[in-house]
């Protein structure tokens, strides 16, 4: 059955492409509903207090950390978006005087602009969100070696050879309106990919890469990041890819209501749950990773009903 054009940019495949029913099913859920739709390898989790909720993200940071040794270092791959944690976790290890010299970071993405990762001084740079916000924060004495801090470029391959033979405990992010994790968007509906989306088999071959952005993510990040100035954002993005996705021993995404919507949190948790992996909404193929955890901030997660504004 051919699938419908996508409501959002035809010349893309996103989750307007998905059956009916299941779009009905996921706008119908309670919170109570998503609640019970735990199951074997999918945990959800509800905050009743943004206080709660940030300082479990942050500590997911420390608590990877504190299990790293000489021998047998162990890391977290991190976002920014959210960042509401990142302050929180060097606040945490400068208090309780936490030392995570055998730590190792890894951020998932980073922009791309005339083929090259922008520069650590970019005013909309990541890796310069996370030094500023964290690692600079945290006392000399206490913090990884900056040859354990790794943020992926243009050309991946350092970045992709950083993961070789050092454990992921945690992969955290958030979601993207487009229901990305990273910046694994979905594709453009060209090529092989014009009459059907990627497989799901097919999407988690997909490595550290440069991605074009669906044009969803270009505007959720002019509005999030820049004032809604569209021009001042990238097209293209370098990205952590499924293929180190499924290195991670946990995959832990936070929902604080800030970044997609009470529809789009819906969607993703119900098509997880019931084991419905589509890359036209990729955040779904995390059905098919053995270890994943959704945190929610309860009173952000609101209902699907028509409300004229």
């Not at 997660?301 to 028509?306: A, I």
Request: overall charge negative.
């Amino acid at each position: 059955m051919t699938r419908p054009l996508s409501k959002i940019a035809p010349e893309w495949w996103d989750y307007t492409t998905l059956d009916k029913e299941i779009l009905s099913d996921a706008a119908g859920l309670t919170v109570e509903a998503m609640q019970g739709l735990s199951r074997e390898g999918f945990k959800v989790v509800m905050y009743d207090t943004l206080e709660d909720f940030y300082l479990a993200e942050a500590l997911e940071y420390v608590e990877a950390w504190r299990q790293a040794t000489d021998s047998q270092p162990v890391g977290i791959c991190g976002p920014i978006g959210p960042t509401e944690q990142l302050p929180l976790v060097a606040r945490l290890i400068n208090s309780l005087g936490i030392n995570v010299r055998n730590g190792v970071f890894w951020g998932m993405d980073e922009w791309v602009l005339d083929g090259k990762e922008v520069p650590i001084d970019h005013p909309l740079s990541f890796a310069k969100a996370d030094m500023d916000m964290c690692f600079n924060r945290i006392n000399p004495e206490l913090v990884m070696p900056r040859e354990n801090i790794h943020f992926p470029a243009a050309d991946p391959t350092d970045f992709i050879r950083s993961w070789e033979g050092v454990r992921c405990a945690v992969m955290q992010g958030g979601q993207g309106d487009i229901k990305h994790w990273a910046f694994n968007d979905p594709l453009k509906r060209e090529g092989a990919y014009k009459d059907r989306p990627p497989t799901p088999e097919e999407y988690m071959q997909l490595n550290t890469r440069v991605v074009d952005l669906h044009p969803v993510t270009i505007m959720q990040n002019a509005r999030t990041s820049g004032g809604g100035q569209l021009d001042l954002v990238p097209s293209q993005a370098v990205t952590v890819g499924p293929v180190q996705t499924w290195q991670a021993e946990k995959v832990s995404i936070w929902h604080a209501g800030t970044h997609d919507n009470a529809f789009g949190m819906r969607l993703t948790t119900l098509m997880i749950a019931k084991k419905i992996a589509d890359s036209s909404c990729p955040m779904s193929l995390l059905a098919l990773h053995p270890n994943v955890q959704f945190s929610f901030y309860r009173p952000a997660v609101g209902s699907v009903d028509v409300e004229m504004h």
